[in-house]
Each structure stands twice: as structure tokens, then as C-alpha cells.
């Protein structure tokens, strides 16, 4: 049973930084594309950066030059540095992945950034 479970959120200032984590179980990891995906409230859910399996990136255009996706296939983890953080990136940011024709999703973690 494939599982995804992330951490890392938190409260940080504006400027700040933090670094999720989402880590993989009952799945042969380095096979697929992971993804991280937030919602904020009100709003609706965002694909936030992808990593393929062969580590190519892409970001939606808000977080290009801030965020940074990458993956560690020994360890079957999957992670977003989060750089120069606004309050408009405060969300519920949540791990993602497609595999056999289903989507998978962790249970999300709040980050909340203050002005």
C-alpha cells in the first residue's frame, strides 16, 4: 500500500525558509514523478514543483528562484526547500504522487508565513 506522509511545516517569518519533507513507503519510489501541491484557504489547489524520476524540475511561476524540489531515491524522500518565504505562500502543502492510475496523496502540513 502506497503511503506518502510529509513534515516540516511550521510558522516562519517573511524572508524565511523552511524545508518539507515527504517520505514514501509501498512503492518502488525511483520509478515516479513526485509532486508538491498546496492549498490555501479559500483557494484552489496549486501544483507548487514536480521532480520526474530522472531529477528534471518545474515550478508553477510563483516560486521559481525560491523553491527547490529534489529527491532521494535511497532514501525513497522527496523534498521542497522553501526560500525567501511571503505570506502568500502560507498553505496546506501536500505530497503527491501518480502511480498505476491513482493518485496518492499525504495528509499535508500547514506552513504559515507572518508579514
Known amino acids: 500500500q502506497v503511503q506518502l506522509m510529509e513534515s516540516g511545516g511550521g510558522l516562519v517569518q517573511a524572508g524565511g525558509s523552511l524545508r518539507l519533507s515527504c517520505a514514501a513507503s509501498?512503492?518502488?519510489?525511483?520509478?515516479?514523478?513526485m509532486n508538491w501541491y498546496r492549498q490555501a484557504p479559500g483557494k484552489q489547489r496549486e501544483l507548487v514543483a514536480v521532480?520526474?524520476?530522472?531529477?528534471?524540475?518545474n515550478y508553477a511561476d510563483s516560486v521559481k528562484g525560491r523553491f527547490t524540489i529534489s529527491r532521494d531515491n535511497a532514501q525513497n524522500m522527496v523534498y521542497l526547500q522553501m526560500n525567501s518565504l511571503k505570506p502568500e505562500d502560507t498553505a496546506v502543502y501536500s505530497c503527491?504522487?501518480?502511480?498505476?492510475?491513482?493518485?496518492?496523496w499525504g495528509q499535508g502540513t500547514q506552513v504559515t508565513v507572518s508579514s
Open positions: 503527491n504522487a501518480f502511480i498505476n492510475w491513482q493518485q496518492y
Open positions: 509501498g512503492v518502488l519510489f525511483r520509478l515516479y514523478t
Open positions: 521532480i520526474t524520476s530522472g531529477g528534471s524540475t
